[in-house]
């Protein structure tokens, strides 16, 4: 039986009035990319010339940043130390408008830091290195943790564990917040680092990878059903209602405490960087119960996740867009994936497209109804660059320039009309009587209008010209007019 397409949109409307409490360890991730050309005289090591350098918040705090990225709200519990670190992470964290920090500072550890130096030819990390103290909190820390976490509860509609072994998650501070979960009726998702799951007993979810399913059960773990066959003990042991198994390129299994368990392919992907895709994982899985999904909905849209997770360099985070392009077949999005919906998608994908060295191209008009003529300078527009974005009037926009009878179809029928054309890479709509301020936004390589324009009345060709960027008039096919076939569908004469 085929698998159903699953219902994205939805369920991305629901996880956007939900909040997942993140519980972990929080470490500032610093990557520095290079290029190796050379073995160095004093050893026999590579030599990495550093060319750039990023910081991201890792950790617990990269599952916070996933959470919110995916469309929910996170309030998050985590530790740091009174330094240049924690300051970074905690500006870092206040900046990202679906997180709530909730952070214990604690003057006598360090915060966890990890440098790593990357091959930026190869995408291979040479070395990391890091700054840590992992040992577990002091009972004065330990109580301020509790103290945080349990008001935080009743807000929640999910709590997530993610447990890094920096000493956050100890014993004590897993009990408190599970008890309280329970006792409110909130699943709790563990991403466990003790080999000792007992600590973690009445979670809903454990989400181990291979590995270390392998060292807590003692058992080989190296395929689906050895995964099944060592999973029940450790559930009964651990009072859970299920266990995912991470494994990379071999896929996930879930194995429920009662049903049959699931297993799910990897994505065929690229990998460009496993950096931080189990804090991907986590997060998919959180929002998506905390929407109401089932086990299987839930782990499709954590191997969807991890899949664009890991075609990204360093410690990435998936936005809901990114996954409902993996998530969804290629021709339910046709239309629907190139109309800008999202704040920032238009920046996101300008960036992409810049970084791959592609000329963008820039139309506009109503279309009120798609005919011939249009089609043609699409079509033309398209040949003059390598991405064409189409601007395209709102509905108040339209009865301002045609009258109040205008548009005949409104925004969004006319965007997914103009998005299902070939040539047609993107559309924005825009609410002023003219495109102005996005050409600005924009700064096409190539503004493209029919003939009927001469090139000092299409609006935006200064800002086009002055960045070096050309302009383009298109001879339009005659005897095509919108205006004429609405007249005609009315009743009137041509």
């Avoid at 330990?142 to 008001?151: D, H, K, V, Y």
């Amino acid at each position: 039986m085929p698998t159903p397409i699953l219902d994205f949109d939805a369920l991305a409307q629901a996880i956007c009035g939900r909040t997942v409490l993140c519980i972990g360890d929080i470490m500032l991730d610093e990557f520095v990319y290079g290029e190796v050309s050379r073995i160095s005289p004093e050893a026999p090591t590579p030599v990495i010339a550093a060319q750039r350098s990023e910081i991201h918040i890792g950790g617990a705090g990269n599952v916070a940043r996933n959470i919110a990225s995916l469309g929910a709200r996170c309030v998050f519990v985590g530790l740091v130390g009174e330094d240049d670190a924690g300051r970074q992470l905690a500006s870092a964290l206040a900046d990202h408008a679906g997180i709530e920090t909730v952070l214990v500072c604690d003057p006598s550890r360090p915060t966890t830091r990890k440098v790593r130096f990357v091959s930026e030819h190869f995408s291979t990390h040479m070395l990391r290195a890091d700054w840590e103290q992992a040992q577990a909190a002091s009972d004065e820390i330990e109580s301020r943790l509790i103290e945080a976490i349990l008001p935080q509860i009743a807000r929640a509609d999910i709590v997530l564990l993610s447990d890094y072994a920096k000493g956050v998650l100890t014993a004590r501070v897993i009990r408190h917040a599970i008890d309280a979960a329970r006792n409110a009726g909130k699943p709790v998702i563990v991403d466990p680092k003790s080999l000792n799951w007992a600590i973690y007993r009445g979670a809903t979810l454990l989400t181990p990878n291979r590995k270390e399913f392998a060292e807590a059960t003692r058992s080989r773990a190296d395929t689906p059903q050895s995964i099944v066959d060592a999973s029940e003990d450790v559930m009964r042991l651990a009072d859970c209602e299920a266990i995912l198994v991470t494994q990379g390129e071999h896929g996930m299994t879930l194995v429920p405490r009662h049903g049959e368990a699931v297993h799910v392919p990897a994505f065929p992907v690229k990998v460009r960087d496993v950096s931080g895709a189990g804090d991907t994982v986590a997060a998919a899985l959180a929002v998506s119960i905390a929407a109401g999904a089932d086990w299987d909905t839930a782990l499709r849209m954590a191997s969807a996740a991890a899949a664009v997770a890991v075609g990204k360099q360093g410690t990435a985070s998936v936005s809901a867009i990114e996954l409902r392009r993996k998530i969804l077949p290629h021709a339910t999005l046709a239309a629907e994936e190139k109309v800008v919906a999202a704040p920032g998608h238009l920046e996101a994908q300008l960036a992409e497209w810049k970084q791959e060295g592609l000329r963008v191209g820039f139309t506009n008009g109503c279309f009120d109804i798609l005919h011939p003529g249009h089609v043609k300078v699409l079509t033309a527009a398209r040949a003059a660059c390598d991405r064409l974005i189409v601007g395209l009037n709102s509905d108040a926009s339209v009865r301002r320039l045609k009258g109040a009878d205008r548009p005949v179809q409104d925004e969004q029928a006319r965007a997914e009309v103009l998005a299902a054309l070939e040539a047609v890479d993107l559309v924005v709509i825009f609410e002023d009587d003219t495109p102005i301020d996005l050409i600005r936004r924009i700064t096409p390589s190539v503004l493209v209008k029919g003939g009927d324009y001469t090139r000092e009345q299409v609006v935006g060709h200064e800002v086009v010209e002055a960045a070096g960027g050309t302009v383009v008039l298109v001879d339009i096919l005659k005897g095509f007019s919108t205006t004429a076939l609405v007249h005609r569908a009315r009743g009137g004469t041509t």
